[in-house]
């Protein structure tokens, strides 16, 4: 199997001057994500922000098998010839996962047609996130029936989202809500992960459970079939 090339995209604006935040992601999430995924067949690099070009060059993503999308106070800073690019590579075949509340983010709305809007409130509470679809590669490998997180901002149903083609996680919270936390897409020859949990002031991505399966989702949005199409006017064919 060739090399998989992770990407991970984050604002990185908090990070550097929120002292909670600070904490727990010294260097930003986007470092933190692309150290854990890195193993023997996983390169991983980061992008920002406040790079040129957000960190997305045409060559840059030319070379991404795989991005990884979390952003949260600066969607609308986020040029949209750079949601385009992202867009275009999406639809050729390049993996995406998008993170928490990238939600909301304009590539996932792009993607999705729909408001992308859903319930929130940050208090820190219990989240189950139950699998409701045993067997599939993005929960190789998890042990029990469900993944608990002891303190996470709560996303209530509805979420204004198209119907997944899998629904691989569905969250409970102690507050009572329940949402569609690890859901699957394809646009194009791009496979798709919108993965819930990862709120900036909780520590969930030191989680070695949610560490498995951001491991498992970039081995499966990894598009190892692309194939060229051929659209437009087309002769007709005798034999
Ligand atoms: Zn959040």
Redesign the pocket.
């Known amino acids: 199997m060739d090399n998989i090339n992770v990407l991970v995209w984050s604002e990185y604006r908090q990070a550097r001057k929120d002292p909670e935040v600070k904490n727990l992601y010294p260097e930003g999430i986007n470092s933190y994500i692309a150290n854990f995924l890195k193993e023997n067949q996983i390169n991983t690099s980061t992008a920002h922000l406040d790079q040129k070009e957000h960190g997305l060059s045409k060559k840059k993503l030319a070379k991404t098998d795989v991005l990884i999308w979390w952003g949260?106070r600066a969607h609308e800073e986020v040029s949209d010839e750079i949601v385009e690019r992202v867009h275009k590579r999406v639809l050729s075949g390049m993996g995406l996962i998008v993170l928490?509340?990238a939600h909301y983010s304009k590539i996932f709305k792009k993607l999705m047609g729909t408001s992308c809007s859903l319930k929130?409130r940050?208090d820190s509470e219990l989240e189950r996130l139950w699998i409701t679809s045993p067997g599939h590669p993005i929960v190789k490998g998890i042990t029990g029936d469900y993944i608990e997180l002891q303190e996470e901002?709560m996303?209530g149903e509805y979420f204004d989202v198209p119907n997944p083609d899998q629904i691989i996680f569905t969250s409970w919270f102690e507050g009572g809500e329940v949402f569609r936390s690890g859901i699957t897409y394809k646009r194009g020859q791009g496979k798709i992960f919108y993965f819930r949990p990862?709120?900036?002031?909780?520590p969930t991505y030191h989680n070695k459970t949610v560490q498995k399966v951001l491991k498992n989702a970039v081995k499966w949005a990894n598009n190892t079939s692309i194939n060229s199409i051929n659209f437009g006017n087309s002769p007709e064919m005798l034999n």
Do not use: F
């Not at 990862?198 to 909780?202: F, I, V």
């Open positions: 949260h928490h509340s929130w940050e901002e996303y990862g709120h900036e002031s909780n």
